[in-house]
């Protein structure tokens, strides 16, 4: 499979390229409590590897999973372990923390001790010393979370000791995302934003004068828009770092991909 040349863009307190499109790999691990129009089967571990590396091949170089996301960590971990060390150093790698998902039902905990074991324990699924994200997964309590101290300061430590690079935070609500930006712990924030949900916006022009980058969720409102629309259109948006596409389809996701070319 021939790569794609996809841009790079990045912002300042994220510290590194990231490729304009980047894969969300909630499918490969999850099909419980998924929030997508259509059931699918979840793929075998070794056609997981497969197609986490053929997304490598693309050119698709960030990726992002989750603890919540079932076997998803650790497909994305034995995927990588393979690779060749220079094509593993081009990889965007992000993980989240706050939100374990177990017998079809997501509990969230944002205590200190909770977010600082996450974190190892999803390093050591991804088969990595590092990552160069982990966002905290919010459950709609975003001020509280971010007030609360004991998930940011576990963030803290871990990016002190190289464990991270950067703090992201996912918030739900306009205001938690406005907090989160004047935050000066928050490196980067990941957005709903798309035609069909652009209360965002604002917070757009914001993260870029503050130089913190902008992941883009559900850019497709989770299968429901047309790509050839949505995508250009989020990605017109200067301050967005990044568009998160998940899906089980390479060919789908080479003509997302293609999008931004």
Request: proline share 5%; hydrophobic share 45%; aromatic share 6%.
């Amino acid at each position: 499979m021939s790569a794609l040349n996809i841009p790079l863009r990045t912002a300042s307190r994220l510290g590194r390229s990231v490729t304009a499109i980047g894969w969300g790999a909630f499918k490969i691990g999850r099909n419980q409590g998924a929030k997508y129009p259509n059931p699918y089967e979840l793929p075998s571990e070794a056609d997981s590897v497969a197609l986490v590396r053929e997304v490598i091949a693309l050119g698709v170089h960030a990726i992002d999973t989750a603890p919540a996301y079932g076997l998803s960590e650790v497909r994305v971990g034995l995927a990588l372990a393979g690779l060749d060390p220079a094509v593993r150093r081009k990889i965007f790698l992000s993980t989240k923390a706050g939100e374990q998902f177990a017998d079809g039902i997501s509990q969230y905990d944002f205590s200190r001790s909770a977010i600082f074991n996450s974190v190892h324990e999803s390093l050591a699924r991804l088969q990595s010393e590092s990552v160069d994200l982990v966002w905290i997964h919010s459950d709609g309590s975003d001020l509280a979370i971010l007030r609360g101290g004991g998930a940011m300061t576990a963030l803290e430590s871990l990016k002190s000791t190289g464990k991270i690079r950067a703090i992201g935070f996912s918030p739900k609500s306009p205001d938690g995302a406005a907090a989160a930006l004047l935050d000066p712990r928050v490196d980067a924030l990941m957005l709903e934003f798309h035609p069909k949900a652009q209360e965002m916006e604002p917070i757009l022009a914001s993260a870029q004068k503050c130089g913190k980058a902008v992941f883009v969720k559900k850019p497709l409102a989770s299968g429901t828009l047309d790509p050839a629309v949505a995508i250009p259109w989020i990605l017109a948006h200067s301050a967005v770092t990044c568009v998160v596409v998940g899906g089980l389809s390479i060919e789908r996701l080479r003509m997302n991909a293609s999008l931004a070319v």
